[in-house]
């Protein structure tokens, strides 16, 4: 059983930093992409971020491109989302995010998903 636990989230003020942690279990990490999303209040779930399991290939939604970066230490089980240069836009929840096979493209599908992390970013 799959189980992916975010953590970092917080408050934060327009121009500040914030780094997310997901830490999985219950399957095996490496070898698969690993993905990251965000719902902001009254909005669909949206695709942030996702990496290839050495970590050499990333993909970036337009919206996050040269402010976040998606990074993952395999040996800990462990994919992070650097936010930089926050914006009170980027208010969602965050979800990390697991595709189901390892041949599965970077925009997915990703099939097993954490419960989220909130991110609030005040103007």
């Known amino acids: 059983q799959v189980q992916l636990v975010e953590s970092g989230g917080g408050l934060v003020q327009a121009g500040g930093s914030l780094r997310l942690s997901c830490a999985a279990s219950?399957?095996?990490?490496?070898?698969?992409?690993m993905g990251w999303f965000r719902q902001a209040p009254g909005k669909e779930r949206e695709f942030v971020a996702a990496?290839?399991?050495?970590?050499?290939?990333?993909a970036y939604a337009d919206s996050v491109k040269g402010r976040f970066t998606i990074s993952r230490d395999n040996a800990k089980n462990t994919v992070y989302l650097q936010m930089n240069s926050l914006k009170p836009e980027d208010t969602a929840v965050y979800y990390c995010?697991?595709?189901?096979?390892?041949?599965?493209?970077?925009?997915?599908?990703?099939?097993?998903w954490g419960q989220g992390t909130q991110v609030t970013v005040s103007s």
């Open positions: 995010a697991r595709t189901a096979t390892r041949f599965t493209g970077l925009r997915g599908p990703y099939n097993y």
């Open positions: 219950g399957g095996t990490f490496t070898n698969y992409p």
């Open positions: 990496i290839r399991t050495s970590g050499g290939s990333t």
